[in-house]
Each structure stands twice: as structure tokens, then as C-alpha cells.
């Protein structure tokens, strides 16, 4: 599923009836299910028990969905949110994440990995790899 399609999805489930009612919605539905994910984690934790990952990810698919509902309700975008976001914990730990700039840039594209077969189309390297192994069969 593409982020943007889980957004369309998000948005044919909101029902509230106003704005007001979506930030409710938003904010409320995210600290409950939040709190749902912490309680299996507890449980399992420290009182023992099984960890339950499929509940745990349906609990997980909620705080997204109540997450995803948020940023539309408040206008931010996924980019907006996931870039503020970057540049506040690079800043509050600079040694552990470095600069923003280097999560926020395009990487750098990387020479292809030592490989004697390496050709940038990849039927004709593909042919290439079945020739070697033909040859040494």
C-alpha cells in the first residue's frame, strides 16, 4: 500500500461531523491507542506474558491511522511532519543522528559493488551472470 493511498483511505473513514469533532478524534483516538500498544508491551514486558504481535500490530495500524488523521486535520503534510521531525532530534542529539542535512539530501549515488558482471542495463547484466554460470557448469 503507497502512503498516499493509506491517506485516501484515512480520509473515507473520518466521520466526524465537524472540524472540532476531527481534532477530538485526532488527538484523543491517538493517546488510546497509543496507550493500547503500551499496555501489550507491559504485559509482555513486565508481567510476562506472550508478546500477541498480531494484536500488537493491529494496535500498531491504529495509532497510524489516528497519527495520519491528525496531520490532515491539522493541515501539516507526511513531508512537513517527518522534516520537523528530523531536524528536532538531530538537533537535540547531534552526535547520535549528525547533521540534518544528511538524512534531509538525496544520498549519493554509489558505485556498483565489485561486481565482474556489472552492466546498467539489467537484462544484459542478467545475461551475463547466466553466461558465467553456463560456462561453469
Excluded at 2 to 29: H, I, M, Q, W
Excluded at 45 to 59: I, N, S, V
Aim: hydrophobic share 35%; with cysteine; aromatic share 10%.
Amino acid at each position: 500500500m503507497t502512503p498516499e493511498r493509506y491517506t485516501d483511505f484515512v480520509r473515507a473513514g473520518n466521520f466526524t461531523k465537524d472540524d472540532r469533532d476531527s481534532k477530538f478524534l485526532a488527538g484523543l483516538g491517538l493517546a488510546g491507542e497509543a496507550g493500547e500498544v503500551a499496555d501489550i508491551i507491559k504485559k509482555h514486558l513486565l508481567h510476562g506474558a506472550h508478546l500477541d504481535r498480531d494484536a500488537l500490530c493491529k494496535e500498531l495500524g491504529d495509532v497510524m491511522w489516528y497519527l495520519q488523521h491528525a496531520i490532515e486535520v491539522f493541515g501539516f503534510t507526511d513531508a512537513e511532519v517527518k522534516e520537523t521531525n528530523v531536524r528536532k532530534l538531530c538537533d537535540r542529539y547531534p552526535e547520535g543522528y549528525g547533521s540534518p542535512s544528511k538524512w534531509l539530501e538525496p544520498p549519493k549515488p554509489q558505485a556498483p559493488a565489485a561486481d565482474p558482471y556489472y552492466h546498467p542495463d539489467p537484462e544484459i547484466h542478467k545475461a551475463r551472470i547466466e553466461d558465467a554460470l553456463n560456462r561453469n557448469i
